[in-house]
């Protein structure tokens, strides 16, 4: 079993940068894909970025750009770099670890919110 945190969230003006930081703990595991998903309330969560094992990224439409994906191994860590940050970004962030066995974890988001 994976245990995901995220943190890095904030308050930001528009045209600003955040960080986001996912640190993975727990048992050996095998990684097929991990990414940062985002939902705002009463809507459904979306994919925002990902990177498979063999470091294909993959990037939603609003994100290309605009956002960095990365990943440390050695750190069982990944990052999400936000730049011009516009308010329609607002959302709980969440990072996810889809794991070989089909496992998907997910933490407990973080929230992000753009506005001046």
């Known amino acids: 079993q994976v245990q995901l945190v995220e943190s890095g969230g904030g308050v930001v003006q528009p045209g600003g940068s955040l960080r986001l930081s996912c640190a993975a703990s727990?048992?050996?595991?095998?990684?097929?894909?991990v990414g940062w998903y985002r939902q705002v309330q009463g809507k459904q969560r979306e994919l925002v970025a990902s990177?498979?094992?063999?470091?294909?990224?993959n990037y939603a439409d609003s994100a290309k750009g605009r956002f960095t994906i990365s990943r440390d191994s050695a750190k069982n860590a990944l990052y999400l770099q936000m730049n011009f940050l516009k308010p329609e970004d607002t959302a709980v962030y969440y990072c996810?670890?889809?794991?070989?066995?089909?496992?998907?974890?997910w933490g407990q988001g973080t929230q992000v919110t753009v506005s001046s």
């Open positions: 996810n670890f889809l794991l070989r066995s089909g496992q998907a974890s």
């Open positions: 727990g048992s050996r595991f095998s990684i097929n894909s």
């Open positions: 990177i498979s094992i063999g470091g294909r990224t």
